[in-house]
């Protein structure tokens, strides 16, 4: 009798299993090197088995065969910019037969839906405070040409389907801070704002992903590389055009964090036993799996570069192993060695202050406010640093910011034409995968002082939002006005970065309007 019932107890339980497997088994991630139809499948699953928290979406522009550029996002609210939480970007397979960060982003997102689904509190906590974009494949049509060689040269499908190297094609931006710093006329932040012409037309996957950079507030990313093993960091172009030097940008603490935050959790990249790929030198885990990219080699027009000198992302680029395209074999493995360390270099977007910038009187967020950090952290009971940071960030269009910050003391400026600066004094602590400490600023309007103000100041619409390049603009250059009825004039794309027919022309970019995201 016993017997029976438990007979009859099995066939019921298989009897559930099939009915209720088909989907799952269809939803099991296999490690592979999936093309590019099975990466667009990947990320619908996804998509199907966790809607309220995620969104497919394609950038601009598709690759130069046509292939779309395919994220993922993953968000309590997807598809919106929410205010105060930091949004965060990971772009693998920049160079097509690096291949290995193409399969760790696809398990990624397989992994944080799952993880989502079955209750894991951290992964919920990040998802609910963090916009998180991944990006599987810069270079499909690489990726293509890679897999047909056989996946095993280390040349064939890095460039994209015009033999252009995606990670020397973005607009040289070290090399005009550079200039800048020799005359002494440094602006140290969204310097595309001083761009009137691009010295090439840019290749479509990078305009894509360049108007994806100029259009999210992203606060923090990586890009994934393959070739070798560390985790690698600001500036990427040395200052010395004939040789390879150490070149540290003014918040060299900040990424030496970040990137020291990825090597640490990585089984290998900051182990000091471990070789190097090129069996020339002892490797990097000697120096904790990091480096300094212009002290390893130079690379002008680089991606990671390119996000920290355009706008407020601070990215480093992650080198994750010898092999540019690993055997199937070793994917699931890969998989587990650089899990934690993805999950935790999302959280640093997190570290630092975060805050408002509003009209004392009126409430309006304000756009494009200027955040000036001070380092006046106590070095003893007599002493305390006192370095400026040489590298602003500007408020978002809600008028929220994000300012990543190692723990220590610091006095942060709001200021915004036409308002009185304010400066507060903050101890940044950092605690473990918690949001930013908030810091809010109300500014009191300065116009009664005598300071100009904007034109149309009071009647353009919350929506909108004016970032004005000041008096110092060439007077030469001709203007293209905003018209309020018709908005942009009906050969102006709101969201040009050059246009496609010629090199580029930035001339109309004195003010830059644009659509506010949606936020709920």
């Known amino acids: 009798m016993a017997a029976s019932k438990m007979c009859l107890a099995l066939v019921t339980l298989v009897f559930c299993i099939v009915l209720i497997s088909p989907a799952v088994v269809q939803a099991a991630f296999q490690f592979k090197h999936h093309n590019n139809e099975e990466l667009a499948t990947i990320l619908e699953d996804v998509h199907s088995r ?5 969104k497919v979406y ?52 397989d992994y944080l839906c799952e993880q989502y689904m079955a209750g894991n509190e951290s992964i919920r906590s990040l998802i609910h405070l963090t916009r998180i974009h991944l990006m599987p494949s810069m270079n499909p049509d690489g990726w293509e040409m890679a897999t047909a060689a056989g996946g095993d040269n280390y040349l064939i499908g890095r460039a994209n389907n015009n033999s252009v190297d995606l990670n020397r094609d973005f607009p040289d931006l070290d090399r005009l801070l550079y200039s800048e710093e020799e005359e002494r006329t440094v602006r140290n932040n969204h310097l595309m704002d001083q761009i009137r012409h691009l010295d090439h037309p840019p290749q479509p996957e990078t305009l894509a992903v360049m108007r994806m950079i100029m259009e999210q507030p992203f606060v923090a990313s990586a890009n994934l590389h393959g070739g070798d093993l560390v985790a690698n960091y600001p500036y990427d172009e040395s200052r010395d055009k004939d040789g390879s030097i150490e070149s540290l940008s003014p918040d060299d603490d900040t990424f030496r964090h970040l990137a020291l935050s990825y090597s640490k959790l990585h089984p290998r990249m900051s182990d000091p036993n471990q070789p190097s790929c090129d069996d020339t030198s002892s490797g990097f885990g000697k120096q904790g799996g990091i480096t300094n990219g212009a002290a390893w080699y130079s690379v002008e027009g680089g ?3 390119f996000n920290y000198l ?192 010629n090199v580029g022309d930035y001339n109309h970019l004195k003010y830059k309007w644009f659509p506010s995201p949606n936020r709920r």
């Open 50 to 54: 966790c809607p309220n928290i995620t």
């Open 58 to 109: 394609a950038l601009s522009e598709n690759s130069v065969t046509g292939n779309p550029l395919l994220l993922i996002e993953f968000s309590d609210e997807p598809g919106y910019h929410e205010l105060l939480e930091p949004e965060f970007k990971y772009i693998a397979n920049m160079h097509g037969n690096e291949v290995l960060g193409r399969e760790l982003l696809l398990k990624m997102a």
């Open 303 to 305: 991606m990671q570069d």
């Open 310 to 501: 355009s706008s407020n992302d601070f990215e480093i680029t992650l080198e994750l192993g010898c092999e540019k395209y690993p055997k199937t074999e070793r994917l699931a493995q890969e998989w587990e060695d650089n899990k934690d360390a993805l999950i935790n270099l999302i959280w640093q977007s997190h570290i630092g202050v975060k805050g408002e910038v509003k009209d004392a009187v009126t409430g309006r967020p304000l756009v494009n406010a200027v955040i000036t950090t001070r380092n006046v952290t106590r070095i003893n009971e007599t002493h305390a640093r006192k370095d400026l940071i040489k590298h602003d960030i500007t408020s978002a269009q809600g008028g929220d910011y994000w300012r990543l910050l190692t723990a220590g003391e610091y006095e942060i400026t709001a200021s915004v034409r036409n308002y009185l600066p304010l400066i507060k004094r903050v101890l940044v602590t950092n605690p473990h995968h918690e949001p930013a400490f908030i810091v809010n600023f109300e500014l009191q309007s300065a116009t009664n002082q005598g300071q100009r103000t904007w034109e149309w100041d009071d009647d353009v619409p919350l929506d909108y939002v004016v970032e004005d390049l000041g008096e110092e603009f060439d007077k030469n250059v001709d203007e293209i006005p905003f018209n309020r009825e018709n908005n942009w004039p009906q050969n102006i794309e709101e969201f040009d970065l050059g246009f496609k027919e």
